[in-house]
């Protein structure tokens, strides 16, 4: 599944009484030549509404930064709760989505830095100041005067008009779900828990970069055959970047999934792979357990603090799922499918290993390559022929190509005329159909060191109109292979979906339309959907025809080619459902555990046990490396969510099939109008329930992923 990180825009403070009792305190004129000498405090200026200074981002900078920020959202806060006058929605919730801008552009940049340019200054201030951040988050949420201001509004949201009233409610629950209304010593316990969390982040991130920063040095060539030249190239230029000679398989995915895929040295791939499935389970520095048993245990006690059952209980009461039992009950749907397609892969793989005369029991490192085998041998079709028509600057202009034809966005490349925190980095304008601006649109593909695996997706500011109106800063992050000098970058179909995946978050970023922006986040369940929609738009034979052209011959992807890859796309699902869902289902089993207590690799061992985990499989993220749910709260109980958000995906695909075609403009309107544009200014099940006129289907998952239906 692809990886999606929200920029950072949470709350922080300090101590819980400040807010309530320190007096009145206007920025300083300290605070004034701060914020003119430091660039990371200035507005951001230039041209479309002001774009990062990522040229003069330097670590030193932020610990100003993040003082004289945090101060001064301090002091927009204590301005709200000095207010004498009766709460209304204009005197109390207007300035409170006013506070803090410049913080959340602080926090823009901080969160792209440990993300994308990682190093040791930045980990060393993420574990610092990770925990004021957490307390100064509960400053605010458990400051008494400005809940009773929330609340009066509350009281009284009967007047307002929708989208007010909407506002209103999710912020007087979310402050209740936060601890609002717990007395003064639950509030300290809770703000105990949250610094201690922010901490345990932290520390579960850096030692997880630090893991899939080391490498494996092939010196013998020999040991290499099978894998692709593209990749080999890839491996070499990561081991010079090391300062070494040969070939360095990094311990991340992109690099490992092509030797486990195409390279026929099977001690290799055993080695390579028994490296990756342990990141952070290797007993030495960089081991996570026990840091994700801290983790567990904090999160279960802040749940039973709050008055949930568990922290399952606690963090999805916001979501569309609602309960735990609902995620469980579509996982547990679709989980004995999967499993029983597994045996059948693995009978298909065990034959044609026996038919070459290996008389071998399949292994995890030996899946991914056999399943080529078994690939070619059905269905005619190897993934080697499909790379060379999926160079990555077509592809890329595919996904602006069929992003204009939907829904009438223009991408004009303007890179050079704005700063970028790293000299690969390309930036687009976009504009609508009438020529108006929309947004800028950031581009980082390319893997380095210090920069985090996977693919995502970040939103540096996102738009608004309530004054001072916003325009979005989009971006998409992937980690591709550089080519060798003058060599177009070739990537794989599952890359190119990766691509097209990440690039359905900006559609949905650039596409908002939201007056408040605390309407603008989405529940955790809905956040993957229309990303996973936006996949589907790449094997279309008009973005093949235009954009899949053979890097050598320039002949667009033959049809008999096309016919072999759609023929094959429920190939191979039970590995793909079954790596994935293990994942998802070990979290919520973790997170359903009241009291907190695991051993993780115990618990993960008898988590899969017990739904019957076939041997030949290991999760997509196993526990000691499972940095959704345990580098923030962002994913945890909620890696669900991007099979609750594909069951979506595939009944929206259907009705654009139903309208005739992935084209059909009405269809396109509405669900940009309905789901796309609207943020969180409607009830996300209720707002699908109008563009699809029901409740979503799972049998046209099922169908999908080719698993027997009702």
Do not use: C
């Amino acid at each position: 599944m692809r990886t999606l990180l929200l920029a950072a825009t949470s709350l922080s403070l300090v101590p819980m009484t400040a807010l309530a009792q320190s007096a009145p305190a206007p920025a300083a004129a300290a605070d004034s030549a701060a914020i003119a000498a430091n660039p990371l405090l200035a507005e951001w200026t230039g041209p479309y509404g002001g774009v990062p200074p990522w040229d003069k981002v330097r670590p030193e900078l932020f610990p100003q930064a993040f003082e004289v920020a945090l101060a001064e959202r301090r002091a927009e806060y204590q301005a709200i709760t000095r207010k004498r006058s009766v709460p209304t929605f204009e005197s109390i919730f207007v300035p409170m989505q006013n506070a803090g801008k410049r913080l959340n552009r602080v926090f823009a940049v901080f969160g792209v830095m440990t993300s994308n340019n990682n190093n040791k200054e930045y980990q060393a201030l993420d574990r610092e100041w990770s925990p004021k951040f957490a307390a100064a988050n509960d400053e605010i949420t458990f400051d008494p005067m400005l809940f009773q201001r929330i609340e009066a509004v509350w009281n009284d949201r009967a007047r307002l008009d929708p989208q007010q009233r909407r506002l209103v409610e999710r912020t007087y629950d979310s402050f209740v779900r936060q601890g609002a209304k717990l007395n003064a010593e639950q509030k300290a316990e809770l703000s105990r828990l949250n610094q201690a969390l922010a901490s345990e982040f932290s520390t579960f991130s850096e030692k997880l970069l630090a893991d899939e920063s080391t490498s494996i040095l092939i010196t013998n060539e020999a040991e290499l055959a099978g894998v692709p030249a593209s990749v080999k190239a890839g491996a070499a230029a990561a081991a010079k970047e090391r300062g070494q000679t040969g070939w360095a398989i990094v311990n991340t995915r992109s690099a490992v999934d092509p030797v486990l895929t195409f390279g026929t040295d099977r001690a290799l791939r055993e080695k390579v792979w028994r490296v990756f499935v342990n990141r952070g389970d290797n007993g030495g520095a960089n081991d996570t357990n026990a840091t994700i048993a801290n983790i567990v245990k904090l999160r279960a006690e802040r749940a039973r603090l709050l008055g949930f059952p568990t922290h399952a209980h606690w963090r999805m009461q916001d979501t569309m799922a609602k309960t735990p039992d609902a995620a469980m009950n579509l996982m547990m749907r679709v989980w004995p499918a999967a499993v029983g397609r597994v045996k059948q892969e693995v009978a298909d793989m065990t034959a044609i290993a026996a038919k070459e005369g290996q008389a071998i029991t399949i292994e995890p490192w030996d899946y991914r390559f056999y399943q080529e085998k078994v690939r070619k041998a059905r269905y005619d079709l190897d993934q080697a022929e499909l790379k060379p028509y999926f160079a990555l600057d077509n592809i890329i202009e595919a996904s602006y190509y069929a992003a204009n034809r939907l829904y009438g966005l223009n991408f004009k490349e303007i890179t050079g005329k704005v700063p970028v925190f790293e000299p690969r980095v390309r930036v687009y304008e976009v504009t609508d159909r009438e020529g108006q601006y929309v947004g800028l649109f950031y581009r980082d593909d390319f893997a380095r060191t210090g920069k985090r695996s996977g693919a995502w997706a970040t939103t540096y500011r996102s738009q608004r109109d309530l004054a001072p109106a916003q325009t979005p800063l989009s971006s998409n992050n992937n980690n591709f292979a550089p080519a060798a000098p003058g060599e177009p970058v070739l990537i794989s179909l599952d890359d190119a979906e990766t691509l097209f995946h990440e690039f359905g978050h900006a559609i949905h970023s650039l596409l908002q339309d939201v007056t408040y922006p605390g309407l603008a986040g989405t529940p955790r369940d809905f956040v993957e959907y229309p990303s996973q929609v936006n996949e589907h738009w790449l094997l279309t034979r008009d973005v093949l025809d235009k954009y899949a052209r053979h890097y050598e011959t320039k002949q667009p992807m033959p049809q008999a080619l096309l016919d072999k890859v759609i023929a094959a796309q429920t190939f191979n699902q039970g590995f793909a459902t079954v790596e994935y869902l293990s994942s998802a289902i070990v979290d919520m089993k973790l997170h359903t555990k009241a009291d907190g207590i695991v051993d993780p690799d115990a618990f993960e061992k008898a988590a899969l046990d017990e739904i019957g985990m076939p041997r030949e499989i290991v999760m997509r993220h196993r526990l000691p490396q499972f940095n959704h749910l345990f580098s923030s709260d962002s994913y945890s109980a909620g890696y669900y969510s991007y099979l609750w958000s594909e069951t979506m995906d595939a009944d929206t695909w259907a009705a654009f099939e139903e309208a005739g075609g992935p084209w059909d403009q009405a269809t396109a309107k509405r669900f940009a109008d309905i789901l796309l544009s609207t943020g969180n200014e409607t009830d996300r099940a209720e707002a699908y329930r109008q563009f699809r006129g029901r409740d979503p289907d799972v049998n046209a998952l099922l169908k999908v992923r080719g698993f027997p239906t009702d």
